[in-house]
């Protein structure tokens, strides 16, 4: 396998400290809607129990967000964070070729 050239800005430290912040954003973003969605149950049993005892489809309120909902509400917070991770990723090498094609003679 051939080592990177120091000069392809892909493999440069300011493309990585790039990608890396934006990746970060994007995992606070993603970690602060799992814990609405961990928090948000018993704070919404907490403060609105009459709501939550609620019943839907056979279940209280509590029950159908708690057994039913949950788990795709976390693969899609799991599902965005993948998706997005890649796009940003791939956007980040365009933007570096494009930079690349733009000093090239």
Known sequence: M??????????????LRSLMRRQLTLSISCAA???????????ANYFAPELMATRVG??????????VLFFPAVWVISWTFIRRSIWLE????????AARRRTEP
């Open 90 to 97: 791939e956007d980040e090498v365009r933007q570096a070729e």
């Open 2 to 15: 051939p080592l990177p050239d120091p000069d392809d800005s892909v493999h440069s430290e300011a493309f």
């Open 58 to 67: 056979g279940f209280t309120l509590t029950w159908l967000l708690l057994g």
């Open 33 to 43: 809607a799992f814990l609405i969605v961990v928090l948000g149950l018993p704070l």
